[in-house]
């Protein structure tokens, strides 16, 4: 079932691309019947899984109940089941990473009765952050014990989700998405972390309003904001100070005007020609996506231990490039004339004995 979903399939649609029964799927999940070789071999083939995935012991599933949506209203139950099933996969490379690495230990409170303002400020305190621009968010997430994953393409329709697994923090994230706002929506789903996991469900609009509000709290706290002197603040002086934050330059101009340093001809001023010069639906000349350290440093790590990427795939039973689709694109990828992308990072963590 985990595979049929992470495809977006129905048991109709498979039926049709295996060649076998709905009734017999039906059989197949429910464990009252055992796929023959040649049906497990049309399954794989029309899953695009290897046949020891579906042979493998089940996976916890990821609860939708306890999982953040970013946009949820944009989803269909079949987006939504696939982004699941990626992150349960991904919790299976966490967890064999974690019998190899002493990872960083979560340390992400919950901040259930303050303000979203408020819990920004408690966490930048906590966390030594003063009021500075955070230079690596992903970074910064993962040094904190929050494992954070990419999404396969094939999810464009999800911008990110967040959720706690056996008591490890998860944010997953779109890379198709500018780098501002990778930053925010990783801002975003954190806030769904500190406010609300574990003491209520993380649906509904207002519970997406506190995760937006922590996130622009976050990102651009209000002292180091008013230190930047943005009373009024031109277009210009706008675009300038976006690329000090990390941050979408519409999500800044509507930061100062919730904190009255704009006025509202102001606020709609400056909106109207970041709009017109391409700034509502992309960033121009934007920010690179942020990637993870930690996974980077891991396969680093790996690599002169003589662990392959094909067995890092093997011991989760998934291809390479699903692997790849998980991590940031990290794992050597084929290329032209047999050779190899090696992603670079500086090995840092240390192998358990």
Same mark, same amino acid.
């Given at each position: ?148 994953? %990419? ?140 990637? %993870? ?50 992603? %670079? ?9």
């Amino acid at each position: 079932m985990l595979a049929r979903k992470r495809r977006r399939m129905t048991l109709a649609s498979l039926a049709r691309a295996s060649g076998i029964s709905v009734r017999s799927l039906t059989a197949f999940e429910n464990g009252h019947k055992t796929p023959s070789p040649e049906s497990l071999f049309s399954l794989a083939s029309a899953l695009r899984v290897p046949e020891s995935f579906l042979n493998a012991e089940p996976i916890d599933d990821l609860q939708p109940d306890a999982v953040s949506f970013r946009a949820p209203s944009k989803m269909s139950a079949l987006d939504r089941d696939a982004a699941l099933s990626c992150g349960s996969v991904a919790t299976l490379l966490n967890g064999w990473l974690e019998e190899r690495f002493r990872l960083p230990r979560p340390d992400v409170p919950t901040f259930p009765h303050l303000t979203p303002e408020e819990a920004a400020e408690q966490l930048r305190a906590r966390w030594g952050l003063g009021e500075a621009p955070i230079p690596n968010l992903i970074h910064l997430l993962e040094s904190r014990g929050v494992r954070v994953f %990419s999404l396969p393409s094939d999810c464009r329709d999800v911008d990110a989700f967040s959720t706690v697994h056996k008591g490890t923090p998860y944010i997953f994230l779109n890379t198709q998405k500018s780098g501002e706002r990778g930053r925010f929506d990783a801002a975003h789903e954190l806030g769904h972390l500190i406010l609300h996991a574990e003491h209520r469900i993380p649906h509904g609009i207002e519970s997406e309003q506190e995760a937006q509000r922590f996130a622009s709290s976050f990102l651009m706290p209000r002292a180091g904001i008013l230190a930047q002197v943005l009373v009024n603040a031109s277009t210009d002086r706008i675009l300038s100070a976006k690329r000090k934050w990390g941050v979408a330059a519409m999500a800044l101009t509507y930061r100062l005007h919730e904190m009255n340093l704009l006025t509202d001809w102001a606020y709609r001023t400056v909106a109207k020609q970041l709009s017109q010069m391409g700034y509502r639906r992309s960033e121009p000349g934007g920010i690179n996506r942020e990637s %993870s350290q930690l996974l980077a440093k891991a396969f680093e790590a790996l690599r002169p231990q003589g662990v392959t990427v094909k067995e890092i795939a093997e011991a989760i039973d998934v291809f390479p490039d699903e692997l790849n689709d998980y991590v940031f694109g990290l794992v050597p990828v084929a290329l032209e004339g047999g050779r190899e992308f090696v992603a %670079s990072g500086r090995p840092g963590l240390r192998l358990l004995k």
